[in-house]
């Protein structure tokens, strides 16, 4: 198990969270990059080191040139998709780069083009067992797998229509006191059942957004970062959870097609950080789709398993309740650039100063990130 | 209700059983030749036996929905949403539990799909090719 304590997030940035952009991804990348490289007090030339995303289509070489870095003394690709790529492959590789002495500031840059021609379904097409066999069946889409699932955790645990809105109600009502969100308007049940019906039963509303943005954070050890601006935000706990299943079976042929590696992932980083769930004072969720944050935040410990639809309901999660949850309205509400928007709020309340939406006295959050066929669990603390 | 019309690619022939199931009226699965064992769906490689051989083996027609979701809006390729809405069935044969084949509900005379509902394989023609369906049993 990797010590605790010993590396920080120092800096952090990101680009508009825009329904349809006009940049591509490695400009939203530089922009993102020298925005978290400029939070952090440093200088592109101080950025040693690189964690690049396999999805993202950019080597390290390019970002080094696009930013203006120095010399590259490490770099490395987070081999896992979605969140746990973002917020915790990348967070373990820096860890391990950082305290080996092979870099002392690292980069991790993300950026996604959602409206790219072929959309952000075209991936799944290419697997030759849904080609093969599900797509002619009509079985296809990510809203399609995951409301499949919510029918299958709805039969197993109840779940109300209303129960089921109360989650994107929840990160809506973030959202809104959200400046930089990218859907503010109010969400209560009437507009959640005008929002349209993709696929039952999850409505667009229950689904991430589409978005054009990028996002990015530099990685120091927590030595170096007590000389930086802000207070110093450390990694306490951080687990990576596996199932490995391919991507061509993931949706189908799982014995239990809800289920995500989380429990493996969060029982890492509880050792990790020494704590339990009940000392967290707020959590991001991965949310993709309302089925797969209910699960994530039951497995997370958050409240009971089969328990998520009526723990959003009773409010819990929202501005003023006992345990807040993606607090700048997630990937449903504030922006879906893959798990790295929820980090950087984690980074942003830890560090106090968020005006309307400031959880008081922040010191502990849980970061969820889903990756399809594998989770991580990061736990961040103010020092 | 509508039905999902988009091509069967098989440039691979590793599916090309199922679909010579469907026209012989039957629902067929790969299992390892050699143990038995139901291989689903088909790998290019049998967890720790890269020399296994799969063969095809039909499965009860009757079974039930793992789970279902009724397509509103549709995110194949192209153009399929006067194709909507359709329901997906994820059907588990009697004797093949644990083995997911995806299909449409039929025949469901405004039947509404559940977790658990019994079923039967019917094959149903699309086009130029089949698929599976399932109607309630």
């Known amino acids: 198990m990797m010590k605790p304590g010993k590396i920080a997030i120092t ?5 508009p969270f825009l329904r349809k952009g006009e940049e591509h991804v490695m400009q939203m990348m530089t922009r993102a990059s020298l925005a978290a490289i400029a939070d952090a007090g440093l200088k592109p030339t101080d950025i040693d080191g690189y964690i690049i995303n396999k999805y993202a289509g950019h ?5 080094a040139h696009a930013i203006g870095a120095g010399q590259k003394r490490f770099s490395a690709v987070a081999d896992s998709a979605g969140g746990t790529a973002t917020t915790g492959d990348a967070l373990r590789l820096a860890q391990l780069a950082i305290e080996a002495g092979l870099c002392k500031h690292v980069l991790v840059p993300y950026a996604i083009r959602s409206t790219k021609p072929g959309g952000v379904y075209a991936f799944h097409a290419r697997e030759p067992q849904k080609a093969g066999l599900e797509m ?13 699932m919510a029918n299958r955790y709805a039969h197993e645990y109840g779940m109300t229509e209303e129960e089921q809105a109360a989650l994107p109600m929840t990160y809506r009502a973030w959202a809104a006191i959200t400046p930089s969100a990218q859907r503010r308007d109010p969400m209560d049940l009437a507009a959640y059942r005008a929002s349209p019906m993709i696929s039952t039963p999850l409505r667009v509303a229950d689904c991430c957004l589409t978005t054009d943005g990028g996002g990015a954070y530099v990685v120091s050890s927590v030595d170096y970062a007590r000389h ?4 110093v935000v450390a990694v306490q706990g951080l687990g990576l959870g596996y199932n490995n299943y391919p991507h061509g079976v993931l949706f189908s042929q799982k014995p239990c097609t809800f289920e995500f590696p989380v429990r493996e992932s969060a029982a890492m980083a509880y050792a990790m950080a020494g704590i339990s769930p ?3 004072d707020l959590a991001q969720v991965y949310d993709g789709f309302t089925i797969s944050a209910l699960v994530q935040t039951e497995m997370l410990g958050l409240c009971d398993v089969g328990e998520a639809p009526r723990f959003y309901a009773a409010g819990h999660a929202m501005p003023g309740g006992k345990m807040p949850i993606n607090t700048s309205g997630g990937h449903m509400s504030g922006g879906y650039v893959p798990g790295i928007n929820l980090l950087i709020e984690a980074v942003r309340q830890l560090r106090g100063g968020e005006g309307a939406r400031q959880v008081p006295d922040a010191r502990l959050c849980a970061i969820a990130g889903l990756g399809g066929n594998n989770h991580s669990t990061t736990i961040l603390a103010r020092m | 209700m509508g039905i999902p019309n988009y091509p069967v690619h098989l440039e691979d022939p590793l599916f090309q059983g199922f679909y010579d199931g469907l026209d012989a009226g039957e629902l067929r699965v790969t299992v390892d030749a050699e143990t038995g064992e139901f291989q689903w769906y088909p790998p290019e490689v049998v967890p720790g036996r890269p020399d296994a051989r799969l ?8 079974g039930h929905a793992y789970t279902f979701t009724t397509v509103v809006r549709s995110l194949l390729p192209g153009d399929h949403n006067d194709e909507v809405p359709y329901t997906v069935i994820l059907f588990e044969p009697d004797d093949a539990p644990g083995v997911r084949i995806a299909g449409v509900l039929v025949d469901d005379d405004g039947v509404a799909p ?4 019994r079923l039967k394989f019917r094959p149903v023609e699309v086009g130029d090719h089949k698929i599976a369906g399932f109607a309630p049993a």
């Open chain 1, 228 to 231: 930086l601006p802000h207070p």
């Open chain 2, 114 to 117: 559940a977790c658990g509902m």
């Open chain 1, 136 to 148: 002619p069946a009509g079985f296809f889409g990510q809203p399609t797998y995951f409301a499949s």
């Open chain 2, 55 to 62: 063969e095809w083996r039909a499965v009860s027609p009757l």
């Open chain 1, 59 to 63: 080597p390290s070489e390019e970002i």
């Open chain 1, 278 to 280: 009940a000392d967290l």
């Open chain 1, 11 to 15: 800096g952090v940035g990101e680009t």
